[in-house]
């Protein structure tokens, strides 16, 4: 129904920045809340940024001040802007999507899912 593909992984330094990128194909609602999930090895699957269909937003402590979500509400397409980016903040990251207008903090709420990014900080 509908389709999420992330793009803009890859292996930065740190201190760099990323910009990743997700976009929607197929069928869409009216309203939409999405965010971005990141799991690294070992560790559970941790919502990083939200963004409502109004445009509120939240960020997880451990990325605020660094990390921007954006969006196109006519594609249902968001961005993930990375700046400053440390070693703890590797791993895979994942778009998701809820045809809702409110965020969620929790990955069971989210609908529709990308196949993930791979993001690689070096030290």
């Known amino acids: 129904q509908v389709q999420l593909v992330e793009s803009g992984g890859g292996l930065v330094q740190a201190g760099g920045s990323l910009r990743l990128s997700c976009a929607a194909s197929g069928r869409t609602f009216s309203s939409y809340a999405m965010g971005w999930f990141r799991q690294a090895p070992g560790k559970e699957r941790e919502l990083v940024a939200a963004i409502s269909s109004g445009g509120s937003t939240y960020y997880a402590d451990s990325v605020k001040g660094r990390f921007t979500i954006s969006r196109v509400n006519a594609k249902i397409t968001v961005h993930l802007q990375m700046n400053s980016l440390k070693p703890e903040d590797t791993a895979v990251y994942y778009c998701?999507?809820?045809?809702?207008?409110?965020?969620?903090?929790?990955?069971?709420?989210?609908?529709?899912w990308g196949q993930g990014t791979q993001v690689t900080v070096s030290s």
């Open positions: 998701a999507a809820r045809p809702y207008y409110s965020i969620s903090y929790y990955d069971n709420d989210y609908n529709y």
